[in-house]
């Protein structure tokens, strides 16, 4: 079944004006700005070629897999039929134009760059190309309206500059695959041209100019809107002060600001101030949890309770927000998708007359009114906000990006805010890595090789390649934590015929198949996700990847393994005018701005607790050795340093360990101990329900201790918010060194090799962050006291305690002759 390609809307949705006329109020003419007399200065709006025509010819689009196929290899086609036509002598590649016209009262800058344009004695051609997965024999003339009218907006502006009455466009389609093209031409005259210019410039005026009010309205708002406490916390201001400053100067800040500082107020309300400066359009609140997002809505109210008037979007993951439990996300199978654009602009409008908020229940309430994808809806209301909260997906993964805002040649006028950004270094890590599984290659070709023998012999070509790989390196592994592994700087290139064949068939096989459904279905689909994905990353592949090979036989894993995400954070970042990472923990500071994309200009904060020291007891257990050749020796230790610590003060109180065995270990001999304690155990697998019933039993406090025994950098070791007297003191065990194995190991030696501090980067860094947000869960306000217990000899040395905020130090020692229990005692006397 032949389908029509068609491209991702990349500007907002209409939302029109009460006035009906697009054209200009006074003459009804499409003026050329710089033949018009200005009698009274004229709001500007500047808009991209792609951009007006994706505004303005609404198509249904495709939703399918071809927008990520067709990411990292477009401009590197573009430039191979450029080069070859270039070579004839009277082609020009990447020729930028730009033309201003005045409508409606107001000047819209048109630009962008013509893919070429063969300017002939008599004649000029403008070129434009596009790359597709679409069958070449699919593909006729008027195959799409919008790609047409790109050509069409360049030959307008050129033949104006060049006073030209009529213009050719070629539009060029180059199938990616086979590398084949196809070509076809239209002659237009300059007045066809011109009407047709003005079908795309009136509606995006109009748009426009509603934006331009509805900005009025937003920026009077926020002038009048002063800082919503009647003071700043110890720290806040300081934050808020470099948040602005960066923004205004267009640089990036890493901030560590501790709990309490206050820092979703300190870095929201400076950005909301140069929103109505004009040093920024947008701005993105960046997290990597839910429980964040909501900490993010919670200070936008507080600020719109004070009369700010700011549209503000919390975008929802589609796998929560679809209605539909097996997802066909293009037009011919999901009624959602149908017409989607036709009546978008409709329901679009209807919401933001209702309110300036949007989040789930009115975002899915508004679209299955109007029978919309839900997902896609709340993707286009996005263009319509000030604010925009998500996940830092969508930003950073280039298969659910923005690419309306992050993937544009001109620079997107926004400021990233990124809330707890010690996370981003591990995300972006998975983001930018890819594996194949030859057990999950092997059991599809095995379903699939009586209906689809094509699909299942490039499978196969798969699997052949992987076992010449495992045969190749067999001599040449290493080993750690028990697992064998090969690891090499080379890209596997033998894999990517097999691979990029498989994705060919299978392409072909989504776009030709039926409405029959079979058993494999889901699962094909996933697996070219996944090996669409594995090439797209292999086309990122550098010096800051190995290749990594685990496993035998059926079992064998090869991963692409990004060991050092920077570079790609780092372009990634650029395209916004300025980013603001901040964290509780982001220490020491010179080491996250090294792997987060860091430049050596960027600004750098680390703020001091903004509570009272008095109210946060420390000590160290520093006769106990935690290394995991030690912990048997030391559990009896261990045990009783914990029981000793909780049996002073009925309360609550959270132990963390390193791994779930030793946790599980430990508990065992604390147990035998006795004590009326009630003893609370995370498992490894709990689910949302589980998670909350466990976080409930510390409501309750005053009655029974309560011990909850948990993982480092687990569900429980950060994210959660338990104020005042639910939760009493928290013991860490262990200075949280991550386990080792293949992939630590891999980075350990990388690190080694460029900054000479493998160990460091790949192990004591990340461990010593996990012991700061553990520790992060005890005092949460000004008026909360806790107890801190670190149980590890390394927690006294001088390479860890520079690590440690400095509010704690100096950290008394057992190994001084501090008494655990006595010490304990003694604080909590005094409250």
């Known amino acids: ?288 949890k839910t429980t964040t997002q909501h900490v993010a809505e919670n200070a936008l109210k507080l600020l719109a309770d004070q009369g700010l008037r700011l549209r503000v979007l919390t975008l929802t993951a589609k796998d929560k927000i679809c209605p539909h439990l097996i997802r066909e996300c293009y037009s011919e199978k999901c009624i959602y998708l149908q017409g989607y654009a036709s009546r978008s602009r409709k329901a ?109 012999k490039s499978l196969r070509g798969i699997s052949r390649t992987l076992a010449s790989l495992e045969k190749q390196t067999a001599q040449d592994r290493n080993e750690a934590a028990g ?9 596997p290139d033998a894999l990517l015929a097999p691979v990029e064949a498989f994705i060919s068939e299978t392409e072909l096989w989504m776009l030709t198949r039926g409405d029959e459904e079979k058993e494999y279905t889901e699962d094909l689909v996933t697996l070219f996700f996944d090996l669409l994905h594995f090439k797209n990353i292999a086309e990122l592949y550098s010096s800051e990847y190995r290749t990594m090979i685990t496993g035998t036989g059926s079992h064998l894993r090869l991963t692409l393994l990004c060991l050092d995400p920077g570079g790609m954070l780092d372009k990634i970042m650029d395209t916004a005018r300025s980013a603001i990472l901040f964290s509780a923990t982001l220490s020491p500071l010179s080491y996250f701005r090294d792997i987060l994309g860091g430049r050596r200009e960027d600004a750098t904060l680390r703020l001091p607790s903004p509570f009272p020291r008095e109210n946060l007891l420390v000590v160290n257990e520093d006769c106990v050795e935690t290394r995991f050749r030690y912990r048997e020796k030391y559990l009896e230790r261990v045990a009783l340093a914990i029981h000793q610590w909780v049996k002073c003060r009925t309360g609550n109180y959270m132990v963390f360990f390193p791994s779930y065995q030793y946790m599980t270990d430990v508990l065992e001999i604390f147990r035998e101990l006795g004590g009326t304690f009630r003893v609370l155990c995370q498992e490894r697998e709990m689910d949302e329900a589980s998670r909350s019933a466990f976080l409930k039993e510390f409501d309750n406090f005053g009655d029974v201790t309560r011990i909850g025994f948990c993982v480092m950098g687990g569900i429980f070791g950060e994210g959660i918010d338990l104020v005042g007297d639910r939760l009493t003191g928290v013991v860490i065990v262990g200075i949280g060194l991550p386990q080792v194995c293949p992939e630590l190991e891999i980075m350990r030696r990388y690190y080694d090799e460029k900054l000479g501090s493998g160990f460091s980067y790949a192990y004591t860094y990340p461990g010593i962050n996990r012991v700061l947000q553990a520790s992060g869960r005890l005092i949460r306000t000004e008026n909360d006291r806790g107890a801190l217990l670190l149980i590890d000899s390394r927690f006294a040395q001088p390479d860890c305690i520079r690590l440690l905020p400095d509010e704690w130090c100096p950290i008394p020692r057992t190994s001084m002759g501090v008494d655990i229990e006595a010490c304990v005692r003694q604080f909590w006397e005094k409250s």
């Not at 029978?371 to 604010?387: G, I, K, R, Y």
């Open 348 to 456: 679009i409008k209807e919401l933001i007359r209702k309110t300036d908020t949007y989040h789930r229940d009115n975002i899915a309430e508004t679209a299955m009114k109007h029978t919309l994808c839900p997902f896609e809806f709340s993707l286009d209301l996005a263009l319509q906000c000030d604010v925009i909260i998500c996940d830092y997906n969508y930003v950073f993964d280039p298969r659910v990006s923005l690419k309306r805002f992050f993937q544009q040649k001109s620079r997107e006028d926004c400021v990233l805010l990124i809330d707890e950004a010690h996370n981003l270094f591990d995300r972006a890590r998975e983001i930018y890595s890819a594996s194949i599984s030859k057990k999950e290659v092997l059991e599809m070709a095995r379903r699939i090789r009586e209906d689809l023998p094509a699909v299942a």
């Open 483 to 491: 697992v064998s592994y090969h690891a090499s700087p080379v890209l």
């Open 1 to 288: 079944m032949a389908r029509k390609k068609k491209g991702k809307t990349t500007e907002p949705a209409i939302i029109e004006t009460e006035e009906k006329s697009f054209a200009d109020e006074s003459t009804g003419n499409f003026v050329r700005a710089d033949d018009a007399e200005q009698e009274q200065p004229y709001p500007v709006f500047k808009v991209s070629v792609r951009n007006l025509v994706a505004f303005s010819i609404p198509e249904d689009t495709t939703w399918s897999f071809t927008s990520y196929a067709q990411l990292q290899e477009g401009s590197q086609a573009h430039a191979e039929i450029q080069n070859r036509h270039k070579a004839l002598g009277t082609y020009r590649p990447e020729v930028y134009l730009t033309y201003s016209c005045r409508t409606k009262n107001c000047i819209v800058e048109i630009s962008g760059r013509a893919d070429g344009i063969w300017e002939l004695e008599n004649e000029a051609i403008i070129h434009e190309i596009k790359t597709t997965s679409t069958q070449l024999s699919e593909i006729h003339e008027d195959f799409s309206e919008a790609h047409w009218a790109q050509g069409k907006c360049y030959a307008f502006i050129y033949a104006a500059h060049k006073n030209l009455q009529r213009i050719t466009v070629r539009l060029t389609y180059l199938h990616r695959a086979s590398g084949k093209e196809k070509s076809f031409e239209r002659t237009f005259s300059r007045d066809a041209l011109e009407k047709f210019m003005k079908s795309l410039v009136h509606p995006f005026a109009g748009w426009a100019l509603s934006q331009a009010k509805w900005r009025q309205v937003r920026d009077l708002s926020i002038q009048a809107l002063e800082f919503p406490y009647p003071a700043y916390r110890t720290g806040q201001k300081l934050l808020a002060y470099n948040t602005y400053r960066c923004i205004q100067d267009g640089k990036r800040l890493f901030a560590q600001a501790p709990t309490g500082t206050g820092k979703t107020m300190g870095v929201l309300y400076p950005a909301i101030k140069a929103l109505a400066e004009g040093s920024i359009q947008r701005i993105f609140y960046l997290t990597a």
